[in-house]
C-alpha cells in the first residue's frame, strides 16, 4: 500500500509508547475483504500483555488527570490537526482492511476526527456545582472527577470512528484508555496511535492491544484497576461482557445491535423516501448498527416505492472501495457473506419475492449483490436479526397503530426512520417508536453533536454529544463544616 507517510502503517501494538510484540511472537492475519490476500500481521496478544497495557495506563493515569483540561484540550486539538492533516493515508489504511469505498472512508475518518475536535472543547466545560446548604454549619459542593482507567472494545464496520468516539471523551475527562480493535480492522487503529503519540499524548494514556478478544477482554472486563468498559459490537458479545464486568462493579457502556425500521406512510414524499433509503441501508455496503433492516410501506404506496426503490437499487456499483466507481465494496469476511445468504434465501423459501439482486456476485470473493425482495411476512428470519449486509426486505402495512406495533416488536432499540409529511402524525409516531433515535424525512442521523445509542437490548448510554463524556466521570461531593 503507497501511503504519503509509511509510518502510519503498523504492525505491532502500541503499550506504554512503545511500539511492541506479543509475549509469545505470534501473530495474526490482516485480510483484504476484496481479495482475501494477507496485507498485514499484527500480535496476537492475550491475558499478559493487556494486564501490562492496563498497568501502564494506571501508571500514567495521575499525570493526565491532574493536567488542567485547558492543556489536554490543545493535545487532543492536536491530535484532531494530525488526522486531517492525513485524511488520506487513514482512509486509504482503512479501505485496505475493512473494503469500504474510498470516499466512505475519507467519510469515516473526518467523522472519527469530529470527535476529538468536540470533546477537546469539551473537556474545558466539566463544571461541578455549589449547593445551597440547609444547615449555616455546612457549606456543599459537588465536583466532577475522571473515572479512572478505561478499557474499550470495538468492532471492524468503522475502525476509526468506533475507537474516538470513545478515546476522545475518555482523555477529554482525564482518564486513561486500554483498546482492542477488531482483529479484522487493526490498521486504522494503529494509526490513530501514531498520531496521538505526534500529538503529545504521553506513554500509557492510549493504548492498543490487538489479537485474542476472549483472553484480552477477561483482563479488560475483570482487572480491578479497569473502572469502566466501552463496548460496540453485537448485542451477544455486549451481554456477555457486561456479565464478565460484574465482578468489579465496572461502569458499562454498550453500543450493540440494531433492527431499524423504515416506514413509509401514504402520505410521504415518496421520491425522498427512495433516496433516505439509498443511504439508509446501503452505507458500508449494508454493514452499519443503523441501517435499515426491515421497510415498512403503506399499502397505498408499495408498488410505487418498491419500484423506484429496486430501480435505484439496480442502478448502484459493485466493487474494489480503491474504485472511484465503486458505491458497495465487499462485505467484511466470507462467513458474513453466508450469514446474509442465509437470512435471504429462508425468505425467499418463505415467500419473498427477490426485485433486484438476490446473489453473492461472485465465486471466492465476498461481494454481495445490493438486494430488495418484497412480499415479505412474518416468520422470515430477516424481520428478527440484524442482516448486516445489503439486502433490504419490504413489508406492506395499512394502519399507523399496526405498523408501529410491528416496529416496536423487536428486542432491539437503536435507530429507526419514518416519512410522512402529517405534523400531527410526525409526533404520534416518533412518540410511540421505542428506539433510542428516530430519523424523520432523513435517512441520515449520525454526527458528533447528537448522543448516539439505543434502548432495549441494543445498548446501555450515548456516546458523542454533551452527554457522551458523563460516563467518563465520577461525582463527588464534598460535605464543610464552617
Ligand atoms: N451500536 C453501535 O454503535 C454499533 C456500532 C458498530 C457495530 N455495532 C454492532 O457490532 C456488530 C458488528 O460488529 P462485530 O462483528 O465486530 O461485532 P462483535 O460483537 O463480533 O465484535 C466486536 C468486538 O468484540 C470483540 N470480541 C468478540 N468476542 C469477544 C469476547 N469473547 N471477549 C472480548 N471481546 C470479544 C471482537 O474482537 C471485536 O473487537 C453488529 O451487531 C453491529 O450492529 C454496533
Ligand atoms: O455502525 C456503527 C456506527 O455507529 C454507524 S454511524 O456511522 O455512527 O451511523
Redesign the pocket.
Known sequence: MKLNDPLLFRQRAYVDGAWCDADSGATVAVLDPASGETIATVPLMGEAEAEQAIEAAHAALPAWKTKPAKERAKILRRWFDLMEQHEDDLARLMTWEQGKPLTEAVGEIRYAASFIEWFAEEAKRLYGDVIPSPTADKRLVVVREPIGVCAA??????PAA?ITRKAAPALAAGCTIVI????ETPLSALALAELAERAGIPAGVFNIVTGD??A??RQLTGHPLVRKLSF????P?GR??MGQCASTIKKVSL????NAPFIVFDDADVDAAVEGALIAKYRNAGQ??VCVNRFYVHDAVYEEFASKFAKRVAELRVGNGFDAATQIGPLITAKAVGKVQELLDDAIEKGARVLTGGASLSEGLQYFAPTVIADVGAGMRLLDE?I?GPVAPIVSFSSEDEVVRLANDTIYG?ASYFYSRDVARVWRVAERLEYGMVGINTGLISNEVVP?G?VKQ??LGREGSKYGIEDYLEMKYLCMAV
Not at 460496540?232 to 448485542?235: E, K, L, M, P, R
Not at 453500543?255 to 440494531?258: R, Y
Open positions: 472494545i470495538t468492532p471492524w464496520n468503522f468506533m482492542k480493535p477488531a482483529n478478544s476472549a484480552i477482554g460496540t459490537g453485537s448485542t458479545i456477555l461482557l453500543e450493540l445491535g440494531g452499519t448498527c440484524e448486516f437503536l448516539f439505543g441494543s445498548g
